[in-house]
């Protein structure tokens, strides 16, 4: 285990870079060191130049934190309890990891006595992906105004034609999506139920709006009144082309 130095920091700068956007949290912290910011921040690596795991240990601030990207979980292990690069003992934030290292960061923490409380941040945009035909018929049937075989060809003529967002699950099946209806409006914005709360219709709404605008469509929507999750959502992103309708499809 290494300590890097501040011209080893510029080489691991240009090296995070090329596994962005997973690096992101650790690369924005060594981007910053590497541009004379104020920090407390230790930066570890397993081996070096060519390294497979890297740590940023935040230790004299307000509150400890850790930061770290790993492609070789074993090794991970290895610094967490063999070399002890993290003091279990103290009070501490991991403040960006990927989710699929929570498991074994759980059971070290478990090993040593530590109470691990996790609160996720997805790397959503490594899962933002596109409907084909097969998804026509589960956004039917969540469809306000489908179900039916009417609302199936409706939904295919879009999904084969106009472009689409959705997010998917660790099967590669859309848990959110959005769509763009013949008129080139944004809409059919769903969530399944277990999947909500966790960003995932903002980050479809963004990625899509940035899509159309790059490729000349006009990025606007139509909201019913009583919805107003959506106009809440649709807001907060600075839309300014929101027509709102009530439960009766009058513009109002």
């Not at 199936?152 to 848990?175: A, G, M």
Request: net charge positive.
């Amino acid at each position: 285990m290494k300590m890097l130095n501040s011209d080893e920091l510029k080489i691991a700068e240009t090296t995070l870079y090329t596994h962005l956007p997973k690096s992101i949290k650790v690369y924005g912290f060594v981007f910053a060191m590497n541009r004379g910011k104020p920090h407390h921040l230790e930066v570890l690596v397993d081996t070096w130049p060519a390294f497979t795991n890297i740590i940023n240990d935040r230790a004299k601030d307000f509150m400890k934190k850790v930061t770290l990207y790993s492609t070789d979980e074993e090794v991970l292990r290895r610094m967490l309890t063999v070399e002890n690069a993290i003091d279990w003992s103290t009070y501490f934030l991991i403040g960006g990891c990927d989710l699929r290292h929570s498991l074994m960061l759980k059971e070290i923490a478990a090993s040593r006595g530590v109470s691990m409380k996790g609160f996720s941040l997805v790397d959503l945009e490594s899962r933002v992906s596109v409907l084909n035909e097969s998804h026509a018929d589960v956004v039917n049937k969540t469809w306000k105004f489908g179900g039916d075989d009417k609302g199936y060809r409706n939904i295919l003529n879009l999904i084969r034609h106009f472009p689409t967002c959705c997010i998917t699950d660790e099967s590669n099946q859309p848990v959110s999506w959005v769509l763009l209806y013949d008129y080139c409006a944004l809409g059919m914005l769903y969530t399944q139920p277990e999947h909500r709360g966790k960003g995932y219709a903002k980050a479809l709404v963004t990625t899509m709006a940035k899509r159309l605008h790059s490729q000349g469509y006009p990025v606007y929507c139509f909201i019913e009144e009583c919805n107003r999750l959506s106009y809440k959502l649709f807001k907060s992103l600075e839309y300014s082309s929101i027509l709102l309708f009530d439960d009766k499809k009058k513009l109002l």
